[in-house]
């Protein structure tokens, strides 16, 4: 009788699960757009039973028991979403799943370059954003200045131009800084004469974002930016108050000090940033020259904002900057001796006001003023170079926008003056130009499919003539894991004796700028992209971008040397520069770690007078790798690798490719963190490669400066936030 019973249960518990076993079929898609996700991930809460969705968003699970179960969907990029279902279902067809996209993802980034009021998604110029928390990492690395923010971007390379007090200039896709407009908030104030030093003298640990558009962006903000525009935008107040600190010290001998304060009352709102930043003269190489100067810098920046009602903002900003920066015979920096020195002394003080007012959700006016002073001397053993610039600009701007479509329109006065202290039998080289220009923009959404953006600017440049720049770009979006965007424009700028040619020599025998033998550098130029992003597997995150660049610039000014005079002269030389090529980004996001690999490939060349021959200081290859650990809220942990390829000098010898590695860990609490920084670990250095210097050290004549000079630099520092 047991030998039965025990029969019986085991028939029941074979045939039980046959009967009771059922299959559970849905498509899953974006709620937003209805596309289907393909990878998408289900699986029955706490077992081991699930799928992933094909191409057309279509999953089954099988071996489901009767009862109540909850389904579990997930995807990169979207909510978790769980749901109950009962088993056998009353409706045995497939399910429809909707899933949300994270509230970190639809985290709305606005553009201010464009001056309109559209997201970074849905504008068809392309933008490359930096945010708040990748400018937080690279103010560790360094904290006194941009161009490591700048530098490790791809395309973007900056350049020495001293090797001995560090001067740097940026350069994008290959051509010199001076076609690249750098703006604060979006005014002016790096320009002519202040932007020798514009790099250096710029902390990056106020900056809300930073907007950079590659290739003509002239029509935007007017002449200047033929190979592109950086736009640093400042932190605004919120109502929750801000108060950090940031102290740093390096192993060559560096000192930051930083503070910020920002807050929004009722009717008003302020912001402080406050820094000084010191380094003592540093030479790792034993050239007998620093390879970073003494220097010792101020800087402070206060803004006021007012909110008179709810539509109505008025911001008014002002900032000062003081620097003694002195490089050279280290001998002679120490206090001992005579040697060859470079002091460059500098004054940089500028004042900002903006007036915004909505009159309804579809239109707003705003007026844009701003003043900015710089005053810079440049000491020799045997030459003095001191030169003050004034500049005013004004801008007038209006807006309309539908859900379709929005138009701006206005105008801008451009005023800039400098003058130098004469000098015993020299040419005057002072200067007066100012440029009036009208523009009106428009942006687009033709359908789903496409976005269009285009703009016309003309220009009247002071004793040039008239400028007209016309640009239009256009978003093709073409499902929700492809995107592309072409643009093309003109540009313009205007002759100026401010260059890196003239910089690398300190404007000594530099003849003045001459609107009689000058004229206008005009350009054109396109790009065109292609971005594409999607989930591999339930874990990992890929997304890829490729852009493909060209840029003219007819009869460029180039500096000539005048062998029977013993001078230089800016000429516009019977020629063009060209530049083509490519950029890849590419990046990987699994759980914590993120793996960012970018390469340029740039060929830019000069034709002067019948000869052809490769642009001076640019890389033909660049490779910029970094990956980074990421605990939220508790660790970052960061490893980079940066290859620069050869370059053609201007002596005609070629400069060698190199790495440079680098590596930086942080530890954060609620209030707290500490971070440390090691920079260029594999100690590349352009001493390595041969000396830098011809001559004797009294009298030296520098080579061109293509790689570092201050090699393996540790720096270490405390954020503190109250």
């Not at 579990?72 to 067809?93: H, Q």
């Not at 400018?135 to 001995?164: A, V, W, Y």
């Not at 003309?458 to 499902?479: C, H, I, K, Q, T």
């Not at 080579?703 to 503190?720: E, Q, T």
């Amino acid at each position: 009788m047991k030998f039965i019973s025990l029969f019986i249960a085991l028939i029941a518990c074979n045939t039980l699960p046959a009967q009771n076993q059922n299959t559970f079929r849905a498509t899953v898609r974006d709620a937003a757009t209805k596309e289907a996700l393909a990878g998408a991930s289900a699986w029955l809460k706490g077992t081991a039973n699930g799928t992933i969705s094909d191409a057309e968003g279509w999953l089954e699970i099988g071996n489901i028991p009767d009862g109540t179960h909850t389904v579990v969907f997930s995807f990169v990029g979207y909510e978790r979403l769980e749901k109950v279902f009962l088993f056998p279902p009353a409706d045995s067809g497939a399910v429809e799943i909707f899933l949300e996209v994270e509230e970190s993802e639809l985290e709305e980034v606005f553009i201010a370059s464009t001056r309109g009021t559209r997201t970074i998604e849905k504008i068809p110029t392309r933008v490359e954003f930096i945010g708040g928390e990748e400018l937080d990492e690279k103010g560790n690395m360094k904290p006194g200045d941009i161009r490591m923010l700048l530098n490790e971007s791809t395309g973007i390379q900056t350049q020495q131009t001293s090797p001995i007090s560090a001067n740097a200039a940026i350069r994008i896709q290959g051509l010199d800084g001076r076609y690249t407009q750098i703006l604060k908030d979006g005014f002016p104030v790096y320009s002519g004469a202040a932007s020798g030093l514009g790099l250096l003298q710029t902390p990056p640990l106020d900056l809300r974002q930073v907007e950079i558009i590659k290739g003509s962006t002239s029509t935007l903000y007017g002449g200047g930016a033929i190979a592109g525009m950086v736009n640093l935008i400042s932190k605004t107040p919120a109502d929750e108050r801000e108060l950090s600190f940031h102290l740093n010290g390096t192993s060559a001998m560096g000192l930051d000090l930083n503070g910020f304060y920002s807050q929004r009352f009722d009717n008003a709102g302020v912001t402080l940033f406050a820094s000084r930043n010191s380094n003592a003269a540093y030479d790792p190489a034993k050239t007998a020259f620093s390879a970073i100067p003494k220097f010792e810098r101020y800087s402070v920046n206060p803004r006021l904002f007012l909110y008179p009602g709810d539509r109505t903002t008025i911001e008014l900003g002002a900032g000062a900057t003081f620097e003694d920066r002195l490089g050279g015979d280290m001998e002679y920096v120490r206090g001992r001796g005579n040697g060859y020195f470079e002091d460059n002394r500098t004054q940089r003080i500028s004042a900002q006001l903006s007036v915004t007012h909505r009159f309804n959700e579809r239109s707003r006016l705003a007026f844009r003023n701003s003043y900015h002073y710089f005053h810079r001397i440049i000491t020799l053993p045997d030459y003095t170079f001191d030169g003050r610039q004034n500049g005013i600009f004004s801008e007038l701007n209006y807006l309309y926008a539908t859900e379709k479509t929005e138009w701006v329109g206005g105008a801008n006065l451009w005023v800039d003056r400098f003058a130098e202290r004469k000098r015993p039998g020299v040419l005057p080289r002072d200067s007066r130009q100012t440029t009036a220009g009208l523009f009106v923009q428009n942006n687009t959404r033709i359908s789903g499919l496409l976005s269009i953006e285009s703009g016309l600017r003309g220009d009247r440049v002071e004793g040039y003539g008239f400028a007209l720049l016309p640009r239009v770009s256009a978003l093709f979006n073409l499902g929700p894991k492809w995107s592309s965007r072409i643009g093309s424009g003109l540009g313009y700028r205007t002759p100026t004796l401010f260059t890196e040619e003239s910089e690398r020599i300190h404007y000594r025998d530099v003849l003045p700028i001459d609107s009689r033998l000058n004229t206008l550098e005009r350009s054109y130029g396109v790009n065109a992209d292609i971005d594409w992003k999607t989930p591999v597997g339930d874990e990992v995150f890929l997304s890829v971008n490729q852009m493909f660049f060209y840029t003219a610039i007819r009869r460029p000014l180039m500096l000539t040397a005048l062998p029977d005079e013993a001078a230089y002269r800016f000429r516009n030389i019977d020629g063009q520069i060209d530049t083509r090529g490519a950029e890849t980004n590419v990046k990987v996001r699994y759980d914590d770690f993120t793996l960012f690999v970018g390469y340029t490939f740039t060929d830019a060349t000069v034709e002067e007078d019948g000869a052809h021959y490769r642009n001076p200081l640019t890389s033909r290859h660049r490779l910029n790798n970094v990956m980074m650990y990421e605990r939220e809220e508790s660790w970052k942990i960061g490893l980079e690798a940066y290859y620069y390829g050869s370059q053609r000098l201007n002596d005609g010898t070629t400069g060698r490719s190199f790495w440079i590695c680098g590596a930086m860990i942080e530890k954060i609490w609620e209030r707290i963190s500490v971070y440390a920084n090691f920079e260029n670990f594999t100690d590349t250095r352009q001493t390595r490669f041969g000396s830098i210097y011809t001559g004797t050290v009294s009298q030296p004549v520098f080579m061109d400066i293509y790689a570092p000079l201050d090699g393996f630099v540790v720096n270490a520092g405390i954020k503190i936030r109250l």
